[in-house]
């Protein structure tokens, strides 16, 4: 030891028989301990002295036991023990390979076993204990920060004591002997602390420290199964009393026919001249025949590998060891933990299970921890299962979101065991016991349908009828077999999957049986198109074209040109996503119906022309409104005949691959398709049908003599199903099964594998029967068959190319012309030769591997190497200084271009992928977003008015920023204009593909015309008695886009009833219809309750909606409301321009409207509530009122307008409040009555102009 350390140690004080004398340096000595251990080496020296010094045995467990009073000291030494007590595993982060290190490694892992022992005092557990419970019961007002270190502390020491493993040289006891670990779990109990863990598991103000707990309790069972916890103290059913007695009956047989077989085999003669035999037959390493020198009865062993040294297998390719270890602990250990299991299942366990699940989810815990949770999950799953199976103590791991959960991470798992090689084992254990809770779950859910409970019954039905319905609980387990790897996962985990695999699919023909059309959701990976080749186009001769309208002519004449209605509602002339206005896109419209006419489709074309009509009607271009069929007819021949200017397509200079295939609309917006199908329980069990799946069956039935009667009645049930239920016996014809077979029958025992050696001797039937017919049999038992090979051999051979596309040979006349061909091109410098010739070869069904073969086959070329194809974007990799400074002038002289990365791509010298263009303007630093490279598409066509549109005022009345509502926009261009910018052929990535958004005037009139059927809907709840929902929903909506206006942010808000008038609405169908019509999201899934405001819904969509829902009034308030809104249309334009302020005589103390505070801002949001309500009451009033108001509206105006931005906030909410000032005050009318004028006028006119304007309008309809 070092003499440092040494000091140390030795200042902390001596053991005098059981007393313990501390020195006055003892609680700095500690101290100088930790400080020790913080900076040790990577061999983790001072940990290594401090174990052999046995410093914690002697030391540090006195002090805790005998000087416990002294908190500082008792503090230290708790954390001093903390530290010392560390996994090994944490001290070196794996286990070592190297051999030094591994050596470092073993003798921590015992100097921990050493402490392990001394841990199990029940005095020790004791002062712990009660320090323990004197801390918990400290409320959280009292409690320091120290004392929650010091709860923590201990947690972590009695975790760390039970995490350390077995030492195998000293726990060689039998079962039902008293090992460490029991006698510390014994200490536990006898202190106890066992009562503390479930106190901590179930008290509300104690929850953090639930995952310790967890922990800890996962620890203490480590060794124990709950199989043996259940059975503890009671009598043994009739079941396991005849298990027990087949499993002795078959040792019995096995035992008996060895010895008659020794019987037999023994000579009457004694064995010391034994003889020599020459096996005819068998050939030695000559010519000659084998000479066996040993008695006949051991020529059955006989091999020539006998001698041989044996073959050492590499490390990677060794098989995967069960790491599992169960013992049998005492019998008061064990009635001690059965009790510990009872009282926390009843108390502690759903309540622990949620909190550590919420801790898993928020990402709260360290990692790898959800292993303790799934551990948890399986063991007191299966504890409640045979306990008596109440369901209600296991509720909260018992749902559709554990499925999910546990198949979430068998999936994490499986994919990183495929990417971390070097980790794999480790991964391979996590998924063990991710599938060993995924059984406990279809166990728990398949004991509950034997329950004579109803409503658990129909519990079951429920949680079955959501497993069985999506995909991914049903492929888990064909991917798990099909992927199954001996060296990576043991035997235990292909038992644990084979035995989960029955019972899944048990279950599932059961819940098939008395279903005829049983629903599950399948998806479909949406694959990419390959582009297709180009095709040379036919010209277009007269000749051509005249045969062509004969066709489509005589076709339109026998149909009476009539059409279909589908094929009119399919006719659409015009690209409505196209950056061209609809009013100049006639040509494009008669392209189409010239290439529907080429096409030889008459009716399209004639679809198409009617469409055209009523889109175009001005000038009969596509014919009068009245035109008869025989004037169609010429119309149509016209076009066709016609020589219409088509748009020139520029070639790309990138490589073909790299824009990848241009995906159908539906690809982009998505590229899996969830549909639904009818289930099939036997197309399901097709898929185990294949070599892939059989093989992990047969592998696990190699051990059949050490598997439970259980797991051999599973392998035999699924080959059963593949071999009679599929009729595919031959699948199993394979020498490897045979030979199992031959070992199953040949086995003394054979009586106790009935099962196994019916389904054999079936099987070798079948094969036998086939021989007789089929004389290549024998010869198929050496390969592994698919299904077509098992058709084949039972059903017969087909001869060479049936089925299959024969190639077309090639005449001396193509190989001439090919020869011709390659002789013209060769020397042309052309990248492609082969490409070249493609189209110009006389039969073009050609592909391109078969002209590079008969090229190769004929002497043109060496190799196929010569003719492969170059692939482009990868023969250029670095930039040259010139190439930089090419592309950053082209950037500079095209940034302010709408194209600004097509301009570039068409003018670069040297031809590269637009991936990797966008990456070097990246790493350039020329932008800093790959966005700012999209196409910067115009909203509209030039030259158009600069006024406020009718879409620009409701944004200005929402209250959002200019730059937020510019930005917006922006935001709207980039996504129309997202390019692809991956390189499908040199990187491999595939390519983004978005969805194309809708434009914007559209969806503004859909908004409007959505706003006014809710105000319809609204109308007629309110007469039903629903006026106080409707109003609740509106402020709802109202709090919603406050809410999403001050955070920034948008999330899902969920619409809580408070009321049981609002509980009654809520449930009403016609009142749910509004409420989708708002649109609120309904309760996704039963895990749900509540109505939802979606976050894709921005805070302008939702006071639109909020103002949809104001009440209508009656005519007098229309009336009146009528004068306050002329009364608006002065105050509001009043200031709307320098020139009318002058005008006026008013100062600069009235803003305008970018100038406007928060409360000018609130006034135009509540503005937009009223909107559509007072365009309908303009609309209601009789013109004769208009003019009266109208007058009253100027009069006042004027002096109120500088008056109306100088109110309070307060003062708006009375406004706002209150009926009658709403009606009489409302500045949101003043607003809208001058909008209503201002949309006649035009925006640009001055304030005072317009002013006079609606005075001579209203006196011209007087």
């Keep these: 030891m070092n003499c440092e350390l040494l000091a140390t140690c030795s200042a902390l004080g001596c053991l005098e028989g059981e007393t313990y004398h501390k020195e006055p340096d003892c609680l700095e000595s500690v101290k100088d301990l930790i400080r020790y251990l913080r900076h040790e080496d990577d061999t983790r020296d001072i940990r290594q002295q401090l174990g052999a010094g046995q410093i914690l045995q002697n030391d540090l467990l006195p002090i805790i036991t005998q000087h416990g009073q002294d908190k500082p000291l008792f503090d230290a030494c708790i954390r001093l023990m903390v530290n010392l007590t560390q996994p090994a595993l944490l001290c070196f982060g794996k286990v070592p390979d190297d051999p030094i290190f591994r050596h470092h490694y073993l003798k921590v892992v015992s100097h921990l076993q050493a402490y392990k022992e001394a841990f199990a005092n029940e005095k020790v557990f004791t002062v712990l204990s009660e320090t323990l419970y004197n ?70 103000s104690e929850q953090q420290w639930s995952m310790h707990v967890l922990e800890v ?88 590998d006998a001698g041989k040294p044996v073959r050492r297998v590499p490390k990677r390719n060794r098989l995967a060891q069960d790491g599992e270890s169960h013992r049998r602990s005492v019998l008061n250990v064990r009635i001690f933990l059965r009790e510990f299991c009872a009282d926390f299942l009843d108390n502690c366990y759903n309540r622990l299970m949620y909190l550590v699940k919420e801790a898993l989810i928020r990402e709260r815990a360290q990692q790898h921890d959800e292993t303790y949770y799934m551990w948890s999950l399986s063991f007191f799953m299966a504890f409640n299962r045979g306990n008596g199976c109440r369901p209600e103590l296991v509720s909260e791991t018992l749902s559709i979101r554990a499925f999910h959960f546990i198949e979430k991470n068998i999936t994490n798992y499986y994919e990183m065991m495929l990417t971390d090689r070097k980790e794999a084992t480790s991964w391979s254990r996590r998924m063990h016991l991710a599938l060993k809770a995924y059984q406990e779950l279809l166990l728990t859910v398949n004991e509950m349908d034997r329950s004579k409970d109803e409503n658990i019954r129909q519990s079951s039905s429920v949680i079955k009828s959501n497993i069985f319905y999506l995909m991914e609980y049903r492929e888990i387990f064909l991917t798990l077999l099909r992927k199954f790897d001996e060296r990576v996962q043991p035997r235990s985990f292909l038992r644990d999957l084979v035995e989960s695999t029955h019972l899944f699919l048990r279950m599932l023909e059961r819940f098939c049986t ?111 409104v009245d035109v008869v069929h025989e004037e169609e007819l010429e119309l149509l021949k016209q076009i066709l005949f016609a020589e219409l200017p088509r748009p020139c397509v520029p070639e790309q200079a990138v490589d073909e691959d790299e824009e990848g295939a241009e995906l159908d609309e539906e690809e982009e917006l998505e590229s899996v ?157 052309v990248p492609d030769v082969v490409e070249t010739l493609l189209p110009l070869l006389s039969n073009t069904s050609r592909t391109r591997r078969q002209v590079v073969a008969q090229m190769v086959s ?60 966008v990456d070097k303007i990246l790493s350039m630093g020329l932008v800093s977003d790959r966005r ?24 200005n009345l929402s209250g959002a920023p200019r730059e937020q509502r510019h930005k917006k926009g922006v935001v709207e261009e980039e996504e129309e204009d997202v390019e692809e910018d991956e390189d499908s052929d040199t990187d491999g990535e595939r390519e983004q593909t978005r ?51 001050e955070d920034g942010v948008s999330y899902p808000v969920a619409l809580v009833p408070l009321t049981e008038e609002i509980e009654d609405a809520m449930e009403n169908k016609r009142f749910q219809r509004f409420l989708r019509k708002v649109g609120i999201r309904a309760p996704a899934d039963e895990q749900e309750s509540f109505w939802r405001i979606p976050a894709a819904m921005s805070a302008f969509q939702l006071r639109a909606a909020a103002a949809s829902l104001i009440p209508l009034e009656g005519s007098e308030a229309g009336e009146q409301g009528e004068g306050d809104v002329g009364a608006a249309a002065s105050v509001e334009q009043e200031g709307e321009g320098p ?55 100027i009069s006042e105006g004027e002096t109120q307008s500088v008056g109306v931005e100088d109110k309070t906030s307060a003062k708006r909410r009375r406004v706002l409040d209150s009926d009658d000032e709403r009606d009489e005050d409302s500045p949101s009318r003043m607003i809208f009555q001058a909008r209503d004028h201002s949309d006649e006028e035009g925006q640009s006119a001055p304030a005072k102009r317009r002013r006079q304007r609606v005075l001579s309008d209203e006196e011209d309809d007087d």
Aim: aromatic content about 8%; charged content about 30%.
């Design 135 to 204: 801390l918990l019961q400290l409320d959280w007002e009292q409690r320091h920060e120290e004392d929650n270190l010091l709860i923590e502390r201990i947690l972590l020491l009695i975790r760390n004591v039970l995490h350390v493993p077995a030492d195998p040289s000293q726990d060689k006891n039998v079962d039902d002997d008293a090992s460490v670990h029991d006698r510390l779990l014994w200490a536990i109990h006898m202190s106890g602390t066992d009562d503390l863990l479930k106190f901590l598991a179930s008290a509300q």
């Design 217 to 304: 309790i996962s620890l203490m069972f480590r060794d124990q199964t709950p199989e043996q916890l259940v059975s503890v103290g009671q009598t043994r059913s009739v079941q396991e009393k005849q298990k027990d007695s087949a499993e002795l009956e078959a040792l019995r047989q096995r035992e008996q026919a060895e010895k008659r077989s020794r019987t037999l085999q023994r000579g009457s003669r004694h064995s010391r001249f034994r003889g020599s035999y020459v096996v005819q037959g068998l050939k030695s390493l000559g010519e000659n025949d084998v000479i066996f020198h040993q008695g006949l009865h051991n020529f059955k062993n006989y091999s020539h």
């Design 514 to 624: 008395g279903r005829n059309n049983l629903l599950v959701q399948r998806k479909k990976v949406k694959r990419r198109k390959q582009k297709p080749k180009p095709v040379p186009q036919v010209e277009n001769t007269p000749e051509v074209l005249e045969e062509t309208w004969q066709i489509v002519s005589e076709e339109l004449r026998s149909s009476g040109f009539q059409l279909s209605a589908a094929l009119m509602e399919g006719a659409v002339p015009f690209d409505a996503t196209s950056e061209v206005p609809v009013t100049e896109q006639r040509t494009e419209a008669m392209i189409r119906i010239q290439d529907a006419l080429r096409a030889r489709t008459g009716p399209e074309a004639l679809g198409l022309l009617r469409a055209a009509r009523e889109v175009w009607p001005e000038g009969d271009v596509f014919g009068s």
């Design 673 to 829: 398709r969830v549909s639904e199908t009818e289930f099939n329980f036997l197309d399901f069990i097709k898929r185990f049908a294949s070599p892939n799946m059989v093989r992990p069956y047969l592998v696990l039935l190699r051990s059949y003599a050490t598997n439970t009667p259980h797991t051999n009645h599973c392998i035999a049930r699924m080959l059963y199903r593949v071999a009679v239920d599929l009729k595919m016996e031959a699948q199993l014809f394979q020498l490897s099964v045979f030979y199992l077979f031959n070992k199953i029958l040949t086995d003394p025992a054979a009586a106790a594998y009935k099962e196994l050696a019916t389904f054999a001797k079936y099987v070798l039937k079948r094969f036998f029967s086939l021989a007789q017919h089929n004389n290549k049999a024998f010869v198929e038992l050496l390969f592994w068959k698919n299904v077509g090979a098992v058709r084949e051999m039972t059903e017969g051979y087909s001869k060479d190319g049936d089925g299959a596309k024969k190639k077309a040979p090639w005449t001396p006349e193509e190989e001439e012309e090919l020869r011709q061909l390659y002789e013209e091109h060769r020397n042309s410098g």
């Design 858 to 917: 004929m002497g043109l070329v060496d190799s196929v190497k010569d003719l492969k194809k170059e692939r482009k974007g990868t023969s250029i990799v670095l930039w040259t200084e010139e190439q930089e400074e090419e592309l950053h002038m082209l950037f500079e002289e095209y940034k302010d271009s709408h194209d600004v990365l097509g301009n570039v791509l068409m003018r670069l010298t040297a031809k590269r992928s637009r991936a990797r263009i």
């Design 932 to 955: 700012d490279l999209y196409k910067k598409r115009r909203r509209g066509p030039l030259g158009k008015s600069s006024g406020m549109t009718e879409d620009e005022f409701f944004s």
């Design 995 to 1045: 969805p194309v958004p809708v434009k914007a005037g559209r969806k503004r009139e859909s908004v409007q015309g959505k706003n006014a059927d809710l105000r319809g809907v609204a109308q007629i709840l309110r007469r039903e008695g629903m006026s106080g929902p409707v109003l609740w929903l509106q402020n709802c909506l109202n709090r919603a886009a406050d809410d999403r206006e």
């Design 1139 to 1193: 020139d009318a302020q002058e005008q006026e005589g008013e100062g600069p103390d009235v803003q305008d409207q970018e100038g406007e505070g928060p409360d000018a801002q609130e006034m135009r949001v509540h503005a937009l509530r009223a909107l559509l309500l007072a365009r309908q009451r303009k609309q209601s009033n009789d013109d004769t009122k208009k003019s009266s108001f109208a007058e009253k509206t």
